[in-house]
């Protein structure tokens, strides 16, 4: 549905610059522009639809979770990052919980555990204060980047909630494990 209001914008803005003179030919050039620029976003529309089918093939997650005990796909932008603070200030209160959250895909690599470590980005009710929740996909027997959706990629993730340290390390951290990881539309 939103691809299609950004089409019917894109003919209606090209219907209103669009309708001069060709200075070279003298030929109005309206009608072609937008029979060319519809042509052209449907085509790319298939080609991405094609593309989407692939991605979600190559992205399937072993794990499934039949529901949630905290759904952040479904809550107010403001709930969910109440949600995610409270994860962070008191995360005993969560571990052992399945949580879905969407968001955007973002990898780091760490010299001093010699790893990559992935995320889910979840921007606040007005996308000024993103936080990162890590998750670990499955078992973590997917390879990075091969098996991974590209960097900035929509996706949504459901996991178990859980706290870890790194060896010689003391702080406490927070991921999603055995999660499930799909890309979103």
């Known amino acids: ?11 209606g803005i090209l219907l ?6 060709n200075v070279h030919t003298g030929k109005s050039t309206a009608g072609n522009s937008v029979n060319n620029v519809i042509n052209s976003q449907i085509a790319e529309s298939s080609e ?37 603070y409270q994860m962070m200030t008191n995360p005993d209160k969560y571990v052992g919980k399945v949580f879905k959250m969407d968001g955007t895909f973002y990898s780091s690599y760490y010299n001093s ?43 949504v993730v459901t996991g178990v909630f859980e706290t870890y340290r790194e060896d010689g390390d003391k702080n406490l951290y927070c991921r999603l494990s055995d999660a499930s990881l799909e890309l979103d539309n």
Request: glycine share 4%; hydrophobic share 35%; with cysteine.
């Open 1 to 11: 549905m939103r691809k299609l209001k950004i089409l019917i914008a894109c003919a």
């Open 16 to 21: 209103v610059t669009g309708c001069s003179k």
């Open 48 to 84: 991405a639809q094609s593309i989407k089918a692939f991605s979600k093939d190559l992205v399937k997650s072993k794990n499934s979770y039949d529901s949630a005990d905290y759904d952040l796909t479904t809550m107010s932008g403001e709930m969910v990052y109440a949600t995610v």
């Open 113 to 155: 555990t010699d790893k990559y470590y992935h995320y889910c980005i979840i921007q606040d009710a007005t996308a000024c204060c993103a936080q990162g929740m890590e998750f670990v996909w499955d078992d973590d027997s997917h390879v990075y980047p091969d098996d991974y959706p590209a960097e900035n990629s929509n996706i």
